[in-house]
């Protein structure tokens, strides 16, 4: 084994992927396994707008014993308990997609079949949402941590955080250098493969230095510079089924306090982000070049900003999909050079997170073994085919036919797996999880009811208990929510009491 390890990895790209790839290596690996080399190039841009996150980046910062309020200081972030969807639905309308779960579980079931029962009996009840600590707090700009506290939702806070992409880069390369990762700056202007078996050999630079290694990182973006330009791997496009391809993205001012949830607003070709940072704004206007123009898009973005522009809007062109294959060769993508969903769930950093785990898990020897590779492919596939499906939920899930765009995605043809999760909602209220894809029953729900999905049953078992009980029960939790979110402070006073930046950074 020893003889057969891997030496030598180089990770072509910064930004955020390539430096929590060279993070968590220079931590997993401790530098005394192999060496790390990180190729950027300052000339070449990095797309990194405002990010959002979801809790799962908690797990990568445990991994690396970052230090939160430091993390968050450093990084300018806010806290994001889930995204309000506003004229989604329909023009006039929003919804929360909180973090967490709704209510508590009983006799077994979820709660929203007691919710579900409910509704059916009395007609009316209170919205979904309103069983959620997490929604209920971010309608109310509320956050905290969770504490210990037996049968109380205030030990269930589900959070994630709002962040300064840049700063986060910066951030992931002092930790990755300061545990021995090597940093070169530089072009890359040639790859070299190895005669026989086309692994990539080198990366040659503009000034003639050549970077061997063992194993490559492809975070070059959407260039796909290793896994698609030098191994042509191939790319699955998924237009037809999510067809946004354009992003115009720009920062404003600070308004008030920052929301302590995401904001997207559909707009008639697509919809706009809000991401609240402690420093500033970040705003994006994603939409289909096929059925709006670039200054018709960005004229949208700017009349809706609550601030003023900070810089001149820039334009991301992108093609939502995922590479045929994520791992070739002795080349591995993560990152954008690996495929691409439009943010509108905020997976983008989860999905980097995730293939790293994923390679670690399987990392190799020089042998670089088939079936390893296989199974990374296999599984980093479906997770992004989950994900897309979910993404397409939000659009097929209208009730809007207010322009062409919108016809189009609500009477688009969806994959199956999406029909089958559709149908056993709408028949039972019943919502599986499956394959261990990301989103769990209480984002899928979240997004169904949200959209106007409607469930015509619920589980049987509810029908146990009477109706005066039922509505007891469903009250009661809902009362021991409303009372929790009393206890919990402002967003801007949390931050202001733990984790405060010290000063503006642009």
Request: negative net charge; contains cysteine.
């Amino acid at each position: 084994m020893l003889e057969n390890k891997i030496r030598s990895i180089v990770i072509v790209g910064g930004g955020t992927a390539g430096w929590m790839t060279a993070a968590a290596a220079s931590k997993l690996l401790r530098n005394q396994y192999c060496d790390i080399h990180l190729v950027e190039s300052d000339e070449i841009g990095i797309i990194g707008v405002g990010e959002a996150t979801i809790p799962q980046i908690q797990l990568f910062n445990k991994v690396l014993d970052l230090q939160e309020d430091d993390f968050v200081r450093k990084t300018q972030a806010t806290f994001k308990l889930g995204i309000e969807f506003i004229n989604w639905r329909r023009l006039g309308h929003s919804y929360i997609h909180p973090f967490g779960s709704y209510g508590i579980n009983m006799l077994g079931m979820e709660f929203h079949h007691f919710w579900l029962r409910l509704l059916k009996e009395q007609g009316k009840a209170p919205e979904i949402e309103d069983y959620s600590i997490a929604a209920v707090a971010a309608k109310q700009n509320r956050f905290m941590r969770p504490i210990q506290r037996v049968n109380s939702p205030l030990s269930e806070i589900h959070y994630a955080f709002h962040l300064d992409a840049g700063l986060y880069g910066r951030y992931l390369r002092e930790f990755a250098e300061a545990r021995g990762v090597k940093r070169t700056e530089g072009k890359v202007v040639q790859v070299k493969q190895r005669e026989g078996n086309g692994f990539i050999e080198s990366v040659v630079l503009e000034n003639g230095t050549a970077i061997e290694g063992d194993l490559f990182i492809d975070c070059s973006g959407f260039r796909g510079l290793l896994i698609e330009q030098t191994l042509k791997t191939g790319y699955e496009s998924w237009l037809d089924y999510l067809p946004c391809d354009t992003a115009v993205a720009v920062p404003s001012a600070k308004v008030g306090e920052p929301t302590s949830y995401t904001k997207s607003t559909a707009h008639t070709a697509g919809w706009q982000w809000r991401i609240p940072l402690q420093h500033r704004t970040g705003n994006g206007h994603v939409f289909s070049s096929q059925y709006m123009s670039e200054d018709e898009a960005t004229s949208i973005l700017l009349n809706n900003l609550d601030g003023e522009a900070l810089a001149e809007p820039r334009t991301i062109r992108f093609n939502v999909g995922k590479r045929k294959k994520y791992w070739n060769k002795n080349c591995v993508a993560i990152g954008l050079s690996s495929g691409f969903i439009e943010p509108l769930e905020s997976t983008a950093i989860h999905l980097i997170q995730s293939n790293i785990a994923r390679l670690f898990s399987l990392f190799p020897t020089r042998d670089f073994h088939q079936t390893d590779i296989d199974m990374f492919n296999n599984q980093a596939s479906l997770e992004m085919d989950r994900v897309r499906d979910f993404i397409i939920l939000h659009y097929i899930a209208t009730e809007r036919d207010d322009s062409d765009f919108w016809n189009y995605c609500r009477t688009m043809e969806i994959p199956d797996y999406l029909k089958r999760k559709i149908s056993m909602y709408q028949n039972s209220g019943r919502i599986f999880r499956e394959d261990e894809e990301l989103f769990n029953e209480t984002s899928w729900l979240a997004v169904m009811q949200g959209q106007g999905i409607e469930a015509n049953g619920y589980h049987p078992v509810v029908d146990t208990i009477s109706k005066e009980e039922l509505a007891a029960r469903v009250n009661d939790v809902h009362q021991v929510i409303a009372r929790s979110v009393e206890e919990m402070p402002s967003h801007q006073a949390f931050i202001d009491r733990f984790c405060k930046a010290e000063k503006p950074q642009m």
